[in-house]
């Protein structure tokens, strides 16, 4: 009788501790899940779930705006943010995005990368390490919701479907990954 009390309150501690060591990003993760909420705006009018066809169409449309064109190499689509301080013309942002689409041609995530248009090794207070609050506070006003939190060289916010990683690349760039979690997680059982 004592051997079998105490192998069930070794297993209940090991339930326990399993589920203590969650990390408080897993923990996020399962709690917005589950709330059912669905974030799929990503910006201009793009959104998970559309076609590639829709893609194109909807970037096409920006740049006859005047709002977006060719990012480097033809590989990217370029906007560029404005400081709203007229006087601070060397903060003007560029912002390369481009979707990353399932087999389906469906749009499941977008890649980002910001930096500052006169960036140069030389101009030291325009490196992505003086960026990244930039962009961590545009994204919090651009998508409100939880804050963002810290997971090992990243900087994660979790709202719904929707996670957004921010971090620096390069001295020069700061990468941003939109996805929907949502499909991410059902790919990754598969």
């Known amino acids: 009788m004592k051997l079998n009390s105490l192998k069930k309150l070794g297993i209940f501690l090991v339930i326990i501790l399993v589920c203590s060591c969650q990390s408080e990003y897993t923990k996020l993760v399962k ?8 974030y799929n705006s990503v910006f201009h009018g793009l959104e998970f779930g559309q076609t590639r066809k829709e893609f194109y169409e909807i970037c096409w449309n920006l740049n006859k705006q005047g709002i977006a064109t060719h990012g480097g190499k033809n590989e990217n689509v370029q906007t560029i943010l404005y400081p709203k301080d007229s006087t601070q013309t060397t903060k003007k942002i560029k912002m390369l995005f ?28 325009l490196e992505s390490d003086d960026l990244l609050p930039v962009i961590q506070d545009s994204l919090m006003k651009w998508y409100p919701g ?3 939190m810290k997971v090992k060289n990243t900087l994660v916010k979790v709202d719904g479907n929707r996670q957004i990683q921010l971090k620096t690349e ?12 949502k499909y991410k997680l059902n790919h990754l059982k598969k």
Do not use: C, H, Q
């Open 146 to 148: 939880n804050a963002f």
């Open 31 to 38: 709690r917005e899940l589950a709330s059912g909420k669905t």
């Open 170 to 181: 390069t001295d020069r760039d700061v990468s941003v990954l939109i996805e929907d979690l």
């Open 98 to 125: 481009y979707a990353k689409f399932n087999p389906e041609d469906i749009i499941t995530a977008m890649d980002v990368t910001f930096s500052y248009v006169a960036w140069a090794p030389w101009n030291k207070d």
